[in-house]
């Protein structure tokens, strides 16, 4: 976390070249499916999604990516009646780190929780 309404991720993924040209060609977001909260829920899920207009990605990074989640936040609170215990995210991965290609991807989501511990 940063603080309550924003997370940072350490973001793995595959760059075609170490330059900032290359880095600019990927962007992230974090998926918000409000239609899926209920009352009472406890994990507010996001889904991770990595766009990139590169084909032929080889050479391995690490970023980090803030975002913010103040208003999927404020709808749980809404819907749920309650702050989240846990912010849930899924990844779409591969199951080769060398590869980028979605043809090569694990047959489930990965979910990655964190507790949520901003309750006031």
Do not use: C, M
Not at 74 to 90: E, M, R, S
Request: aromatic fraction near 12%; proline fraction near 2%; charged fraction near 30%.
């Amino acid at each position: 976390y940063y603080d309550k309404s924003k997370v940072i991720l350490p973001l793995v993924f595959l760059l075609k070249e170490a330059s900032q040209a290359s880095l600019n060609k990927h962007s992230f977001s974090l998926i918000y499916d409000e239609s899926n909260v209920k009352q009472g829920d406890s994990e507010l899920v996001f889904y991770l999604r990595h766009h990139s207009s590169e084909t032929e990605a080889k050479k391995v990074v690490v970023s980090y990516k803030l975002f913010d989640i103040n208003s999927a936040l404020n709808h749980f609170t809404t819907v749920a009646g309650q702050k989240p215990a846990n912010i849930v995210i899924y990844a779409n991965e591969t199951k080769e780190a060398t590869t980028d290609d979605l043809e090569k991807k694990k047959d489930k989501l990965t979910k990655y929780s964190v507790e949520y511990v901003f309750k006031d």
